[in-house]
């Protein structure tokens, strides 16, 4: 069984602040602190962590965590900070086992691998795999990371500066709408009911899920594409999906 961080878990360490040492100069000197993993942006509708662990909050790369820093007998030259945030660790997770695996592309290939009756590729060499390879690769690295740069435009910029943030934030909106426009014109072409066509794949719900990020748009979210549309309807009337949906308590709107 591998470990799993929640809110709630103590943290212990030290690090090197600047002490004011008599007469008056100031030193790194080690400092012991202790923190309590805690991340308010969890408890946030909609956007919050829906995972728990042991009945609380999970914690991954990224959560923030509350931390007391405890002086090595002389005064800070300038006080720590009240925050600390986990870098370790991961922001999506499967635990299959022993293996803990992350990155929602690899994940989803290692299903692929292991539940080879679910048919969630196509053949091994074949076209329709080129282009499930393809299709897998540009959610991940084209799609999913200009997404990351929509929610998280402040850790782009310099602490502040909020109008830097705010540019970005719109540029990789539409960036992210380009993106769904060229989802929307493949389900047009491709004729089927999912992204492969006629066959469902590993790729569908991956789809889905980036869809769904794009509810909180100003402008045009994915529901409002004349092909995107139906598909994340078809994608919600899956039993599996329906599962998920329970399983991690998503409330409406969903897409
Ligand atoms: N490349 C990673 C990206 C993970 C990702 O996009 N995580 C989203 C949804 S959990 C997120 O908001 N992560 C939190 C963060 O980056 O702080 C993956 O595909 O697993």
Redesign the pocket.
Known sequence: MMPAAKHGDPQLGVDIHLCIVPPGTPVPLPTPHISVVFDPFDYIPFIGATTTVMGMKRAN??TSGIVVHIPPGFPFAKPPEKDDELFMGS??VLVDGELVL????AICLHLVDTHPQAGLAPALGSVERAHFYKWLIWM?NTM?AML?HY??ADRLVDPGNVEGARQIKAHAQARVGECLKQLDTHLAVQGGEWMLGGRFSALDPYAWMLCRWTRVFDERPAREYPHIAPFLQRMLERPALQRVIAAEQLAPPLV
């Not at 992350?102 to 592309?105: G, M, Q, S, V």
């Open positions: 790369a990224g922001a999506t992350y990155e929602a592309a991940t999913q990351m929610f998280y």
